[in-house]
């Protein structure tokens, strides 16, 4: 077996080397905040300069690529049964081309902080779907920790007015969307870790189902509806916009998948969603340092709440 294959594979879905790693599931939810932040602030610019139906489907093909170049280059087993195949091909119907796409249908109606927001809920969804589907209970601990972090990324991208400068009709469907994401996230999630719960399978193999099948679902939507422009056209007539959106596939659906499914198989699920929420606090000195946007005394404090939080899930 290869080296990569020895680390990503073996009992219960990893090999010794990552295996013996303490915390790994909480870890790798935390690295997938890490990730996810970074590829944010690089498909906001993308979006901008190419359209988000472009972005959101090129990120995933160009993800899907890197993987089926990534997985026979490493000798990565292909180890998979037809049911974990049914439990992440599902996942990723819901939990991305479903989730996401509402995601971004509230990006436009009601802007990035309201939309994370709403998402905020996406951990309490993730815990509840874990304990009717999997039966996963979480510690008076685990559940004080989901609870101090999600307060505290609500005050980081809470702000206060901002509802009211939205039309009633932005205002709902807008809400609506993200919430429909953050219950299709927490589903996903779900569907995941029962796809873990039937054997072994390489991260990055169960990152490429995922993909492979929410392609499946939003290239003939997109295809049907016309939505898509012509990618070899945009890109030639946009070349900064093609290498934004090719970054920001490493660091989302490529990387960022694959450790959310790592940390989805060795923590809890509704654990695993807190760390992965905490994207807007790690956002925070991104932005600053970046964009010298100025840190309001809120975000700061929302920022601590949030890490004692997740602090109290290490210790769970």
């Excluded at 944010?40 to 190419?50: C, D, G, H, K, Y």
């Excluded at 170049?69 to 939990?95: C, D, E, H, N, R």
């Excluded at 304990?131 to 996963?136: A, K, M, N, R, V």
């Excluded at 205002?171 to 039937?198: N, Y």
Aim: charged content about 10%; overall charge positive.
């Amino acid at each position: 077996m290869s080296v990569c294959g020895s680390i990503w594979t073996g009992s219960g879905g990893t090999g010794p080397i990552v295996s013996d790693i303490p915390f790994l599931g909480e870890i790798a939810g935390l690295l997938t905040a890490v990730c996810w932040s970074g590829s944010s602030l690089v498909f906001s610019t993308a979006t901008r300069r190419l359209g988000t139906v472009l972005v959101n489907i090129a990120r995933l093909v160009f993800a899907l690529i890197f993987l089926a170049i990534l997985i026979p280059a490493f000798g990565i087993p292909l180890q998979v049964s037809s049911t974990q195949i049914l439990y992440f091909a599902i996942s990723g119907v819901i939990g991305l081309a479903l989730g996401d796409s509402f995601l971004f249908r509230a990006y436009v109606h009601i802007g990035p902080r309201l939309s994370m927001l709403v998402m905020s809920i996406a951990p309490a969804v993730s815990a509840v779907c874990a304990w009717f589907i999997l039966g996963e209970y979480l510690s008076l601990l685990g559940i004080a920790g989901i609870i101090i972090t999600v307060v505290g990324v609500a005050l980081v991208v809470y702000e206060p007015g901002s509802q009211s400068r939205l039309p009633g009709s932005d205002l709902a469907v807008g809400i609506l969307s993200a919430g429909v994401a953050a219950v299709s996230q927490g589903v996903g999630l779900t569907f995941a870790k029962l796809a873990f719960m039937e054997g072994s399978v390489d991260g990055f193999v169960a990152a490429a189902i995922r993909i492979a099948s929410s392609l499946v679902v939003l290239l003939p939507i997109v295809l049907l509806f016309r939505r898509l422009p012509d990618p070899v056209k945009a890109f030639t007539n946009d070349v900064k916009g093609f290498w934004l959106t090719a970054l920001g596939s490493v660091l989302g659906p490529f990387i960022g998948i694959t450790l959310s499914l790592l940390a989805v198989q060795h923590t809890k699920v509704g654990i695993a969603a807190t760390l992965i929420a905490t994207v807007p606090i790690i956002m925070l000195p991104m932005v600053h340092f970046i964009y010298r946007e100025h840190l309001t005394a809120r975000s700061i404090v929302g920022a601590c709440i949030a890490v004692a939080g997740v602090a109290v899930l290490f210790l769970h």
